[in-house]
Each structure stands twice: as structure tokens, then as C-alpha cells.
């Protein structure tokens, strides 16, 4: 029952902002996240202490809680967009910019598919918009949501972009078959991997990081192509396809492609930190388990 509720309370504040223009939808938005920023203490604090993490002396106390308080304002904005998707997609062209499209043609070009690398940069959930624009094939791995009507509605969502979601916990299984096929496989990478992930740098800083896209390019021979979706301006986005991460012929591949994966998001974080989601741990107490970089 509670889960119904929260699903219908969304759907209509949803029905809502999707009868408003899109600079006033994103305003409000953004209102939201600032009440998140100032009533979640504990996620602001962490966002502080990873930017200290990250820029240390680079960025003034008044540049840090900046961009602390617009990456609240990217992930309400980013949550809305996600039930925008049906409104977007009426005029998908007019609204994304695609930069390095032939980077990820090439890619697949080599029969071996690709594996494309993002995380909570951006509007994340509007990088589905390449594929829906280009019409490349593509499957993400995506997490289930707790509450099961708001789970199916949003693979639904994600579905009419022409994008497979792929439950997590049949990913590794689904990915080589999708890479078999030479589609693309969209994989949010996050730094936190606990104790299966390996501790590489990001920020200058050690902490574990899933070494999954290196380990398929290894088995298949498949091209690893970072990608982002930035926002411009409210309904106006530009989609960002870096060249792909070579694996090197070296006995330590694995860290060495997990570590130029941390590197190109970190530089695309340095352009836009604003639009990355700050307020999560990134980096933690490294577990006595975890595997040695």
C-alpha cells in the first residue's frame, strides 16, 4: 500500500510539471533540490567532504558550496527528466547535440560491439537519446527500484527510447550475448565497488572501482567508449562520445584500463562538477578483502 502511494503521489505531481514548459518544470525542480540540500545535512556533508577530497586548496569555500548545492539541483533535475522521456522524445532532434558520434560508429564497425562507459554525470538517463537518435542498438544495466510500480513504469520510460534494460543481477550473462550480437552495453560505473572492485585512483585518491568493462573487453574484444549527457540549458542537452580506452597488451590490463576509465570521467567531472552527483561516498575505508590494484 505504501508503495502505491508513493506511486501515485509521483505520478501526479508528474502530470503536473509535464503540462509546464520546460524552463518552468526545470525551475521547479531545481527548487526541490535546494530543499533536499538544505533538509539532507548528512548527504550535504558528505558532498563537502568528497569536493574537499577532490579539489582541496584548487576551489574557495564559496566555490565548493556552490557546487555542492547545484549537484542537489542535477540530481532533481535528472529525476524529473527521467519521467520526462515521453515529452522529450516528441522532439528528440531540436533538444541533443551529439559530439564524437563517430567514435562509437567506428567502434562497432569492428563486429565486436562496445561497451559504453558513463556514470551520475549529467542528465545520465538521457544518454538513451543517442541510441534512439542514431538508431545503434543498445542494452544498460540498470538497478531495480524498490517500489515495484514505479520499477515497471520506468523500464517502460526507458524502453521507448529503444534502449534494453537489463537487471543487474543478469548482467554479465546478457552483456556477452549483446556484445556477441555487436550491440552496444551501457554500464554506469561507479568508484564504490566494495571489496570486488580494484583500488585505483580517481581524484588522486585511491577507492575501489569495478573492473567489469575491462574484464569483457579482455574475454571479447569489445571497444570501451566513455560517454556523458550534459546539460546546457533547460530541454537542451549535449552528448558527449569519447574515443575508445585501448586495453593494452600488459599483465596488468586490468588496472591499467580501470584507471583510464577514472581518468576520463574525472577530466569531464572537472568540466561540468557542478552536473556530477557529489553526495555519495566515493571513497571509504579500504575493505580487508578487497583486491590489490
Known amino acids: 500500500m505504501v508503495y502505491l502511494i508513493q506511486y501515485c503521489a509521483i505520478q501526479v505531481l508528474v502530470f503536473f510539471l509535464s503540462l509546464m514548459p520546460l524552463p518552468v518544470s526545470s525551475w521547479l525542480a531545481k527548487r526541490m533540490g535546494d530543499l533536499f540540500y538544505f533538509c539532507a545535512a548528512k548527504r550535504r556533508a558528505v558532498a563537502r567532504e568528497n569536493l574537499e577530497r577532490a579539489y582541496a586548496d584548487t576551489l574557495s569555500c564559496r566555490q565548493k558550496e556552490r557546487i555542492t548545492r547545484k549537484s542537489f539541483q542535477n540530481t532533481a533535475l535528472s529525476i524529473l527528466e527521467l519521467f520526462l ?113 580494484l583500488w585505483v585512483d580517481f581524484f588522486g585518491s585511491p577507492t575501489s572501482t569495478t573492473s567489469l568493462p575491462a574484464r569483457l573487453a579482455h574475454k571479447t574484444s569489445c571497444a570501451l567508449v566513455p560517454a556523458y549527457c550534459l546539460r546546457q540549458s533547460p530541454g537542451q542537452y549535449e552528448i558527449h562520445v569519447l574515443p575508445p580506452v585501448v586495453l593494452p597488451e600488459a599483465d596488468d590490463w586490468e588496472t591499467r584500463v580501470t584507471a583510464s576509465l577514472n581518468h576520463a570521467l574525472e577530466c569531464e567531472i572537472r568540466k561540468y562538477p557542478e552536473q556530477w552527483s557529489w553526495g555519495h561516498r566515493r571513497w571509504k575505508v579500504k575493505p580487508a578483502t578487497s583486491r590489490q590494484a
Not at 541533443?96 to 559504453?116: C, H, P, T, W
Not at 555487436?182 to 554506469?188: G, P, T
Open 85 to 197: 522521456i515521453k515529452k522529450i522524445k516528441k522532439n528528440a532532434a531540436k533538444h541533443f547535440v551529439i559530439q564524437g558520434r563517430e567514435n562509437l560508429e567506428k567502434a562497432l564497425s569492428y563486429g565486436k560491439g562496445a561497451v559504453l562507459i558513463t556514470s551520475h554525470l549529467g542528465s545520465w538517463e538521457y544518454l538513451e537519446f543517442l541510441f534512439y537518435l542514431t538508431g545503434l542498438p543498445c542494452s544498460v544495466i540498470v538497478k531495480s527500484v524498490k517500489n515495484p510500480y514505479l520499477d515497471k513504469q520506468i523500464h517502460d520510460l526507458r524502453l521507448a527510447t529503444t534502449v534494453i534494460p537489463i537487471p543487474k543481477k543478469k548482467a554479465i550473462r546478457a552483456a556477452l550475448a549483446g556484445l556477441e550480437e555487436n550491440r552496444v552495453m551501457a554500464i554506469i560505473i561507479d568508484q564504490w565497488d566494495g571489496p570486488e572492485g
